[in-house]
Structures are given as structure tokens and as C-alpha cells.
């Protein structure tokens, strides 16, 4: 609205004059003829020296004061305050405009206070009225209008971004109105709203400097806020008029929980783990997840398996073979359609890693019944450090003759304190010979040695 500016209309009285003594009072102060109340007894009321406060009524000035001196005509035609027996009192306003009445001082001065306007009363004549024991005397009048001034919202910031979804916004900003000269001040305990259409209307109050703060829950989907200042339930001043202010959540980012458990690696190192997702769009990310292995749980961390993310895996049980059975293992989700990177809880798997080194004979090809001879050493690895010998452990020789798919067993050998093994065995037929190290627990993984063809 723009601003409107009106002239205060003057009070129709002749000028102040003050009196040093009242006796002295001109013959020309204006009349206040009996109007109304009990019948005159003949009492002429006068008022003299009137001032009144600016007639433009506007938020935070909506009152008009008027002062000034009530004087009664003498015997001998002079006036002179009011000297009883009664005591006299002034008030302003109309039948509109209830009266605040102010009482008169022995000197007859008087100020009337607060003559509240209401906005909705419009422009208005009000008339100073004086009464002495129930005699009403109607004085000169002065012209009131109502001004209501404009109004702005002030938002912090007109939007948020990235709002993690079914999480909250802050909306926050500083309520303005503008004087007539046209200069913008805080509009202190005021009604404001945030109107979130699904999530309804959340009320509120400016404080002593004008400003607001809502938190609003978010849902899944950027939306479209409206900051309303106007009287929702109470508390607006009317002098004041209404406006409204747009926020927009322009972008939310939907969220993924990650979740491994029960991992696990058997003894032909294959891992197995369960694989569970939560996400705050029930669609998923439609991307894929990825499992990711790392030596030490910090670095390092490569993909070992890839997970479609939609559906959402729900307790998944992922069994893969895997290089490193004493690895650290996590899911790893990379930002696609709308969903930040997640990543997932860090397990760990501690059975240790074995190897066979040598395991092959020591002829490929020999006479029906030719023997032969393998040699070579079983190894395991910790958690951490180097590599070191398996002591008394039995390697195991396999035979499947050619033309064949089941594994025969020729024969067993226990390695001694360095590892070392040696195992011999007659090749009665062509076939593929394999040394293999079988663990008696589960803290290792099963070893063997290269498969090899001997012909005979």
C-alpha cells in the first residue's frame, strides 16, 4: 500500500492564551453551550488555551489528547476556573469513540488521555465535552483520521536448499511497518504465521524487535511456504495492514542408511554378510551399491561387488569369494538422484589368509606307474606382519584321472617345523594331480597349489 499522507485538521479555537490570572480570561474563549445531561441551572462554560495532538492517527499513535483550561462565566461577567461544589470533568469523542475522561484542576486545566480510535471508525469529528454535577457542555470539535500503514516481511533467507528429508527448516525474519515520512521500523508483538499447506498453519508472534522464527518439518518434495502477518486469530493491530512473504524449500536430499552385518569368511574364503538399506525415498536411489574391501579399515578401499539399489535390499545375504579374508568390509552408495554418498558401518573379518607355494610335480609326463614328487611350503598370514610357516599341518594329494570330475585322495603328509612338505606318489594313469592344505579350524582359509596334468 502506498503511503498516505493527511493534513491534521486544526481544532476551530482561537488562539492560546495563557493567563496569569485567570479572572483575566478574555470575554472570547469559546462557549460550551449546556447539550444535554440534567437541565442547566444557567452554569456558561468556556474553554481556553486548547491543544490538541496530531489528528492522523497511525500504529502506534492511535489516541488523541487534547489539554487546555475550562473556565465558567462570573457573576460579573469574567471567567474564572470552576470553584465548586462539584467537581467538573472534560472528555473527548463521540458516540463512537467512547470518552477518556480527565479530571479539572483548581486552576481548570485539565488533559484528557487516550482517546482510543479504532481503525474501523474512520475518519471522525470528535467533540471536548465537559460535566458538572450531570450538566453536559459540548465544546468545540476536531477531525480524527485513521491511517493504516503498510507492512513488510523481511525474510533472513527467501529459500533452502539440500533439506535432508523429514527434516526440518528454519524460517525466520523480521517484521517491518512504514512511518509517513516513509522510513521502515520493527512491528513489535504482532500475529505472523507460516502456512505450510500439508503441515497447516504453525502461529506465532513477533517479539519486542520485530522478529519470527518457525521450525517446519520437511516432507520428501521441495514445497512452496507463505510468511502471513495479518489478524489469523487475534492480536493484529488493525493500524496496520497485512502482507505476506514466499519461502521455498528448492531442493531436498534424500537420505540413505546403510547398514552390514554378520560377515563372515569360510574356509574357502568365501565372505558372506547381510545387507540391509534404509532410505527415506521407498523408491531408492534406482543406482547400484557398492561392497568395498580395505586392508587396514581407513585406505585403500576397492569394490569387490555391486548391489542394485532398487528394491531396497532388505537383510540380502551377499556371499562372494574375496582375496583378503581378513579385511575390512563396508557398503558404499555414490551420490545419484538426489541421494548423497552414504556409507555404511565398517566389519571386519579375522580369519587369517594361507598360500602354498611349490605343488608341483616334479615330471609332467612319465612311464604307467612312474613315481613323482611334489614339493613346497604352507604359509599363513595374521592380521597383520609377514607371512609364516604352518608347522605340522597335513597337505593333502588329489588325483582325478582324465575324462573324470571327482577328486580321489593319494595320499597325506604332515609339513615339519618350517612348512615344508614333500609327498610322493605312483601315476598309474593320466590324470591332473593337486596338493592342498585343508584347515582344522575356522580361523583359516583352505590353501592348494596349481592343478597339473601328468601324462602317462
Given at each position: 500500500?502506498?503511503?498516505?499522507?493527511?493534513?491534521?485538521?486544526?481544532?476551530?479555537?482561537?488562539?492560546?492564551?495563557?493567563?496569569?490570572?485567570?479572572?483575566?480570561?478574555?470575554?472570547?474563549?469559546?462557549?460550551?453551550?449546556?447539550?444535554?445531561?440534567?437541565?442547566?441551572?444557567?452554569?456558561?462554560?468556556?474553554?481556553?488555551?486548547?491543544?490538541?495532538?496530531?489528528?492522523?492517527?497511525?500504529?502506534?499513535?492511535?489516541?488523541?489528547?487534547?489539554?487546555?483550561?475550562?473556565?465558567?462565566?462570573?457573576?460579573?461577567?469574567?471567567?474564572?476556573?470552576?470553584?465548586?461544589?462539584?467537581?467538573?470533568?472534560?472528555?473527548?469523542?463521540?458516540?463512537?469513540?467512547?470518552?477518556?475522561?480527565?479530571?479539572?484542576?483548581?486552576?481548570?486545566?485539565?488533559?484528557?488521555?487516550?482517546?482510543?480510535?479504532?481503525?474501523?471508525?474512520?475518519?471522525?469529528?470528535?467533540?471536548?465535552?465537559?460535566?458538572?454535577?450531570?450538566?453536559?457542555?459540548?465544546?468545540?470539535?476536531?477531525?480524527?483520521?485513521?491511517?493504516?500503514?503498510?507492512?513488510?516481511?523481511?525474510?533472513?533467507?527467501?529459500?533452502?536448499?539440500?533439506?535432508?528429508?523429514?527434516g526440518t527448516a528454519t524460517v525466520s525474519g523480521i517484521l517491518e511497518y512504514q512511518e509517513q515520512d516513509g522510513t521502515w521500523h520493527p512491528a513489535p508483538e504482532q500475529t505472523i504465521a507460516l502456512d505450510e499447506t500439508a503441515g497447516g498453519l504453525q502461529g506465532g508472534v513477533s517479539?519486542?524487535?520485530?522478529?519470527?522464527?518457525?521450525?517446519?518439518?520437511?516432507?520428501?518434495?521441495?514445497?512452496?511456504?507463505?510468511?502471513?502477518?495479518?489478524?489469523?486469530?487475534?492480536?493484529?493491530?488493525?493500524?496496520?495492514?497485512?502482507?505476506?512473504?514466499?519461502?521455498?524449500?528448492?531442493?531436498?536430499?534424500?537420505?540413505l542408511a546403510l547398514h552390514l552385518a554378520g560377515a563372515a569368511v569360510d574356509a574357502h574364503s568365501r565372505l558372506s554378510v547381510s545387507v540391509t538399506v534404509d532410505s527415506s525415498d521407498p523408491a531408492g536411489s534406482q543406482g547400484f551399491l557398492y561392497l568395498q574391501q580395505s586392508g587396514?579399515?581407513?585406505?585403500?578401499?576397492?569394490?569387490?561387488?555391486?548391489?542394485?539399489?532398487?528394491?531396497?535390499?532388505?537383510?540380502?545375504?551377499?556371499?562372494?569369494?574375496?582375496?583378503?579374508?581378513?579385511?575390512?568390509?563396508?557398503?558404499?552408495?555414490?551420490?545419484?538422484?538426489?541421494?548423497?554418498?552414504?556409507?555404511?558401518?565398517?566389519?571386519?573379518?579375522?580369519?587369517?589368509?594361507?598360500?602354498?607355494?611349490?605343488?608341483?610335480?616334479?615330471?609332467?609326463?612319465?612311464?604307467?606307474?612312474?613315481?613323482?614328487?611334489?614339493?613346497?611350503?604352507?604359509?599363513?598370514?595374521?592380521?597383520?606382519?609377514?607371512?609364516?610357516?604352518?608347522?605340522?599341518?597335513?597337505?593333502?594329494?588329489?588325483?582325478?584321472?582324465?575324462?573324470?570330475?571327482?577328486?580321489?585322495?593319494?595320499?597325506?603328509?604332515?609339513?615339519?617345523?618350517?612348512?615344508?612338505?614333500?609327498?610322493?606318489?605312483?601315476?598309474?594313469?593320466?590324470?591332473?594331480?593337486?596338493?592342498?592344505?585343508?584347515?582344522?579350524?575356522?580361523?583359516?582359509?583352505?590353501?592348494?597349489?596349481?592343478?597339473?596334468?601328468?601324462?602317462?
Amino acid at each position: 500500500m502506498a503511503t498516505t499522507t493527511l493534513l491534521t485538521a486544526a481544532l476551530a479555537l482561537p488562539a492560546a492564551v495563557a493567563y496569569a490570572d485567570p479572572a483575566q480570561a478574555p470575554a472570547g474563549a469559546t462557549p460550551a453551550p449546556w447539550c444535554a445531561g440534567r437541565a442547566s441551572d444557567g452554569t456558561s462554560v468556556f474553554f481556553a488555551d486548547l491543544q490538541a495532538s496530531s489528528g492522523m492517527l497511525t500504529f502506534g499513535h492511535e489516541s488523541l489528547t487534547v489539554s487546555g483550561k475550562m473556565l465558567v462565566k462570573q457573576s460579573d461577567g469574567t471567567l474564572a476556573p470552576y470553584s465548586g461544589p462539584y467537581t467538573p470533568t472534560v472528555g473527548v469523542g463521540d458516540a463512537v469513540v467512547v470518552s477518556s475522561g480527565g479530571k479539572v484542576a483548581p486552576d481548570g486545566s485539565f488533559t484528557v488521555h487516550s482517546a482510543q480510535v479504532p481503525f474501523s471508525a474512520g475518519t471522525r469529528q470528535l467533540q471536548l465535552k465537559a460535566v458538572i454535577n450531570r450538566m453536559v457542555f459540548c465544546g468545540p470539535s476536531t477531525q480524527v483520521a485513521p491511517v493504516a500503514e503498510p507492512t513488510r516481511i523481511v525474510l533472513d533467507s527467501a529459500s533452502a536448499a539440500h533439506v535432508p528429508a523429514w527434516g526440518t527448516a528454519t524460517v525466520s525474519g523480521i517484521l517491518e511497518y512504514q512511518e509517513q515520512d516513509g522510513t521502515w521500523h520493527p512491528a513489535p508483538e504482532q500475529t505472523i504465521a507460516l502456512d505450510e499447506t500439508a503441515g497447516g498453519l504453525q502461529g506465532g508472534v513477533s517479539g519486542g524487535d520485530g522478529r519470527f522464527s518457525f521450525t517446519q518439518n520437511v516432507g520428501n518434495a521441495p514445497a512452496h511456504w507463505t510468511v502471513d502477518a495479518r489478524d489469523h486469530t487475534g492480536g493484529w493491530d488493525e493500524y496496520l495492514t497485512g502482507s505476506s512473504a514466499g519461502f521455498d524449500v528448492t531442493s531436498i536430499d534424500q537420505q540413505l542408511a546403510l547398514h552390514l552385518a554378520g560377515a563372515a569368511v569360510d574356509a574357502h574364503s568365501r565372505l558372506s554378510v547381510s545387507v540391509t538399506v534404509d532410505s527415506s525415498d521407498p523408491a531408492g536411489s534406482q543406482g547400484f551399491l557398492y561392497l568395498q574391501q580395505s586392508g587396514d579399515g581407513k585406505t585403500g578401499w576397492t569394490t569387490v561387488d555391486r548391489i542394485p539399489a532398487s528394491p531396497l535390499p532388505r537383510n540380502l545375504k551377499v556371499t562372494l569369494p574375496v582375496n583378503n579374508p581378513h579385511g575390512y568390509w563396508r557398503l558404499y552408495s555414490p551420490a545419484a538422484g538426489g541421494f548423497p554418498e552414504a556409507r555404511s558401518n565398517t566389519v571386519h573379518t579375522t580369519v587369517s589368509a594361507t598360500k602354498m607355494t611349490g605343488g608341483t610335480p616334479n615330471h609332467t609326463t612319465v612311464r604307467r606307474n612312474g613315481r613323482i614328487v611334489f614339493r613346497g611350503h604352507v604359509y599363513q598370514q595374521g592380521t597383520v606382519g609377514s607371512w609364516k610357516p604352518i608347522a605340522h599341518g597335513y597337505v593333502t594329494l588329489l588325483f582325478r584321472p582324465q575324462g573324470s570330475k571327482t577328486w580321489q585322495t593319494w595320499g597325506r603328509v604332515k609339513t615339519d617345523a618350517n612348512g615344508a612338505y614333500t609327498i610322493n606318489a605312483r601315476a598309474a594313469t593320466s590324470g591332473t594331480w593337486l596338493v592342498v592344505w585343508n584347515t582344522p579350524d575356522g580361523a583359516h582359509v583352505d590353501a592348494e597349489g596349481p592343478q597339473t596334468f601328468v601324462r602317462t
